[in-house]
């Protein structure tokens, strides 16, 4: 399918696309970072994942053609390969055993973006800030690492008001968890901030 794919680069800023666009390509990252978000009924925006060097997305319209569920924003210079979802089709009737790889990733995916909406109505804000700065670590080394977004961006992230997620910060910077800089957090605790997470699972 390599053969194919289409290279598209985005600059910082630039939507590949839109929630509510027709989806009629399955993209992978080459190289960069894209953000997914989507609206809510009232406006606002609701970041649910980042995405990194060889991740795939795209893949729900395969199999259930509609508008896309999601915006997808470069939030640095990034580079995709993107395939028609034609063509992706007429490679699986010759491979089939990649469309069984398919509906896992799709099956993942829809999961996923459930249990990140079902977050935002029952868990708690520092629940749900402490889990959201823990999955964007992941793969950084935790202990130490450092998350380059703003406290506004976090916000997004966490379905919350800037003001409400920079009071949960500043308790936390307190507390040692947590160190602030311009645009960036470095995490300092890691456990407490799991302990955090873990405090109002249900």
Known sequence: MIKLAQEKTLKKGEVLF????????????????LEFSVLSEDGRKLSLDVMRD???????????????????MAIEPTKVWGIKNADVLAAL????????????????????????????????LPTRLAQKILYLA??????????????SELAEFVGASREAVSKT?????????IDLGRGALRILDADNLRKISESANI
Do not use: C
């Not at 935790?142 to 998350?147: A, G, M, P």
């Open 169 to 177: 910060l500043a308790v936390w910077k307190r507390e040692g968890t």
């Open 18 to 33: 839109e929630q509510g666009d027709t989806g009629d390509s399955l993209y992978a990252i080459a190289t960069g970072a």
């Open 138 to 151: 992941d793969g950084h080394g935790v202990q130490s690492s450092t998350i380059k977004l703003s406290q």
């Open 93 to 124: 009737r010759n491979e089939p055993e990649l469309g069984v790889d398919m509906i896992q990733l799709a099956g993942q995916r829809m999961r996923w973006m459930g249990q990140q909406l079902r977050d935002q109505v029952f868990l708690p």
């Open 54 to 72: 060889g991740a795939m997305f795209g893949e729900i319209a395969l199999f259930d053609p509609g508008p896309r569920t999601a915006t997808v």
